[in-house]
C-alpha cells in the first residue's frame, strides 16, 4: 500500500510514573510493521520522569492532571489527528504487527476491534498471579487476564490494546473523565449500540505487570470499585452481589456456608495442584490458591465499598503538548 494511502492511526498511551516501561513500550510502538500517523503520550504529572523518557521518541505529550486512565484517554482523542485510535498503555509491548492485525479486523458493523493480553513478569507471585488470572476462575477467561481465544464477537475490550475508528467514539460520547476507572468497559457498552466489538487473536500485546502479592490485593479492591462506579451491570458484578447472600444462608442453616466455602477451598487448591504439576513447582500449590483468595475477597470488597462510599474524581484538565 503507498504511503500517501496509508490509514491514518494515532496510537494514544496515558502513562503516570513509568519510566523504567515507557521507552520498551515506545520502541515496539515505532517499530510497527504498519506505521503509526502520530504517537500521543498522556502524562498524569509523572515525578520520575516518564514523559522525558517518552520525548526521545517523536511523540506528542501532553501533561495532564488526572486520576485515572480513561480521562487521559480523552484527551488523547481529543487531539488526535487520525481516523483510527489505537490505544495501549506504557507497560505493555505490542508484536510488531499489532496496529495491522487491529485495522484488519473492521468490517461493517464493527465499531471496535481488540486483541490478547499476555502477562509477564518476574517473581513468584507475578508467575502466580498470571497463571490464575488467565483461568475462568480468575478472570472469567477475559482478555485482561491473559486468555487466548479464537477470532470473535465480545462485549468488551481492553483499554490497553484496542482500536476504534475516531468518529465512533466522538458519536458515543468519549471516554468518561468523571470515571476512576473501567472508562473502557463503560464506553464499549455505549458503543455496543451501534455496532459489534471484535476480537482477533493475532493483535496480542505483552502487559509487563511485575506486580507482588501487595500490590495486586490494592489493585483488585481498586477493579471491584470501578466495576461499580462504571454502572455496567454484566457478569462480573455476580460474585459480589452474590457474597452478602451466602451470608443470609446462616439463617437457613449453619451448615451451609461453611459447606460452600470448603467446596470453594477444594476448587482454588485443584488449581493450585495443577499448576504444580504443570510447571514442576510445588510452591504454586500454595500461591495459586492464596492468589485466588485475594483476589476474590479484595475484588469483593472494593465492589461493596464503593456502594457505601464512591469515590470523588478530580476534574480533568489538560494542556497543549510538548
Known amino acids: 500500500m503507498a504511503a500517501d494511502r496509508l490509514p491514518r492511526i494515532s496510537v494514544i498511551i496515558p502513562v503516570k510514573n513509568m519510566a523504567g516501561k515507557i521507552e520498551a513500550c515506545l520502541k515496539a510502538v515505532f517499530a510497527q ?51 483510527y ?71 468488551s475490550i481492553s483499554g490497553c490494546n484496542s482500536m476504534y475508528r475516531k468518529e465512533d467514539i466522538l458519536r458515543a460520547g468519549g471516554f468518561d473523565p468523571n470515571l476512576s476507572g473501567a472508562d473502557e468497559t463503560e464506553l464499549n457498552s455505549r458503543l455496543l449500540k451501534s455496532g459489534k466489538l471484535r476480537y482477533v487473536g493475532d493483535a496480542a500485546v505483552l502487559h509487563d505487570h511485575s506486580r507482588g502479592l501487595k500490590e495486586f490485593a490494592r489493585n483488585m479492591c481498586r477493579y471491584g470499585g470501578w466495576r461499580k462506579e462504571c454502572g455496567v451491570w454484566d457478569w462480573p458484578v455476580l460474585p459480589p452481589l452474590l457474597a452478602p447472600l451466602l451470608l443470609l444462608t446462616m439463617l437457613a442453616s449453619r451448615w451451609i456456608l461453611p459447606a460452600i466455602i470448603g467446596f470453594y477451598l477444594v476448587i482454588v487448591g485443584l488449581h493450585g495442584l495443577y499448576f504444580a504439576i504443570k510447571e514442576r513447582d510445588l510452591r504454586y500449590l500454595f500461591t495459586v490458591p492464596s492468589v485466588y483468595i485475594i483476589e476474590h475477597l479484595c475484588y469483593t470488597a472494593g465492589f461493596w465499598k464503593e456502594v457505601f462510599r464512591p469515590r470523588k474524581m478530580p476534574q480533568a484538565t489538560g494542556e497543549k503538548p510538548q
Open 33 to 83: 510493521s504498519l506505521p503509526p500517523y502520530e504517537v500521543i503520550v498522556v502524562d498524569g504529572r509523572s515525578t520520575d520522569g516518564t514523559a522525558e523518557r517518552a520525548q526521545k521518541f517523536p511523540v506528542k505529550v501532553f501533561e495532564q492532571d488526572y486520576g485515572a486512565a480513561g480521562a487521559a484517554r480523552q484527551i488523547g482523542v481529543e487531539h488526535a489527528e487520525g481516523e
Open 85 to 155: 485510535l489505537a490505544f495501549t498503555d506504557g507497560d505493555c509491548i505490542p508484536g510488531r504487527d499489532w496496529l495491522k492485525n487491529l485495522l484488519a479486523g473492521f468490517g461493517e458493523g464493527i465499531v471496535g476491534v481488540g486483541g490478547g493480553i499476555q502477562n509477564i513478569g518476574k517473581g513468584l507471585w507475578t508467575k502466580s498471579i498470571n497463571l490464575a488470572f488467565a483461568t475462568l476462575l480468575g478472570s472469567g477467561r477475559s482478555v485482561q487476564g491473559g486468555a487466548a481465544f479464537s477470532d470473535r464477537f465480545v462485549r
